[in-house]
């Protein structure tokens, strides 16, 4: 049998309570609270995991293309000096916004880009498909850059959720289940303890009522 000091604090994992019923009754709520939240977030974990994966591969594939591209235009290095690359320019960038598991990120829809007038005239057969290249190989460094972008804000958004899931699991609900089983025990400490002292008074009640009897 142990004992407590009635309205005594106890600290546990950040916890903090009194030895009654209405305190445990809050200790109930709010591992309720946590113990339903718990499957949800992991299945966010989960989502966000996949989603991660699959942006580090989508930004690998860019890179991989985009290497390419540059290897395959290398045979033309020797042309790029007469072409003006500044007749090119990213006119604009259109971006939506879509959730993945509750976490808002951008998505990209469509690059605008602008090309300055120019002549013909005087000019290589192949300008037209330099300004092509320009702009190709403008598209797939955006969306590279996109996607790192994209990465950084999931890996950000799966890291919080880990860190919530583990303080659940590992530090707040085996908190909460201690405490509550602390209040549980010393409560029927406490009953087991009126019921022997009750027991005792009867006794002794009883013996004073049987030695009064024989004193007549």
Request: hydrophobic content about 35%; some cysteine; overall charge positive.
């Amino acid at each position: 049998m142990c004992y407590f000091p009635k309205f005594s604090l106890f600290y546990q994992m950040a916890i903090k309570f009194q030895y009654n019923k209405t305190s445990r009754q809050q200790l109930e709520k709010q591992l309720n609270v946590r113990v339903r939240a718990l499957p949800t977030l992991q299945s966010k974990e989960t989502a966000l995991r996949m989603e991660v994966k699959k942006a580090k591969n989508e930004m690998k594939l860019f890179e991989k293309e985009l290497e390419e591209k540059i290897r395959s235009y290398g045979k033309m290095v020797g042309l790029w000096t007469e072409f003006d690359a500044s007749l090119v320019s990213i006119k604009d960038v259109h971006l939506s916004r879509q959730k993945i598991a509750g976490v808002p990120v951008p998505s990209l829809d469509k690059v605008d880009f602008e090309v300055k007038p120019f002549s013909l005239f005087n000019q290589p057969k192949w300008f037209l498909d330099g300004i092509q290249t320009l702009e190709t190989l403008a598209e797939i460094s955006i969306k590279r850059d996109f996607y790192e972008l994209r990465l950084t804000r999931l890996e950000f958004a799966r890291k919080k959720t880990t860190q919530k899931v583990n303080l659940f699991e590992k530090v707040q609900i085996p908190g909460y289940q201690d405490a509550i089983l602390k209040i549980k025990r010393y409560l029927e400490d406490e009953e087991n303890l009126s019921k022997s002292s009750q027991k005792i008074m009867r006794a002794h009640q009883e013996q004073r009522k049987q030695e009064g009897n024989s004193l007549w």
